[in-house]
């Protein structure tokens, strides 16, 4: 069974820094896209930044320059690193990837279960 565990998530004063990590666990023949996503209290999930296999990235405007996104495809694991963090930024944020795993018919997106950042004022 193949999963996302996120991991790097916590509580962080204005202007502080943090790293998330995400690792993929189980039969994993290949990993396309990565990212991650964020959702606040009563908003809609969004991309936050994404990297394809071979290293492009992109990002939101509001974390452009703060924020960096970058992948270990030997590890199949994607880190997103956090700096000048804003109250903003509060929010659970979520592992993604799009991957073609032992069982299934071709690539499939993947999910991790989340990790709650929240910066305070």
């Known amino acids: 069974q193949v999963q996302l565990v996120e991991s790097g998530g916590g509580l962080v004063q204005a202007g502080g820094s943090l790293r998330l990590s995400c690792a993929a666990s189980?039969?994993?023949?290949?990993?396309?896209?990565m990212g991650w996503y964020r959702q606040a209290p009563g908003k809609s999930r969004e991309l936050v930044a994404a990297?394809?296999?071979?290293?492009?990235?992109n990002y939101a405007d509001s974390v452009k320059v703060r924020f960096t996104i970058s992948r270990d495809n030997a590890k199949n694991a994607v880190y997103l690193e956090m700096n000048s963090l804003k109250p903003e930024d509060t929010a659970v944020y979520y592992c993604?990837?799009?991957?073609?795993?032992?069982?299934?018919?071709?690539?499939?997106?993947?999910w991790g279960q989340g990790t709650l950042v929240t910066v305070s004022s």
């Open positions: 993604n990837a799009v991957l073609w795993a032992a069982g299934t018919a071709g690539y499939l997106e993947v």
């Open positions: 189980g039969s994993i023949f290949s990993i396309n896209g």
């Open positions: 990297i394809t296999h071979g290293g492009d990235t």
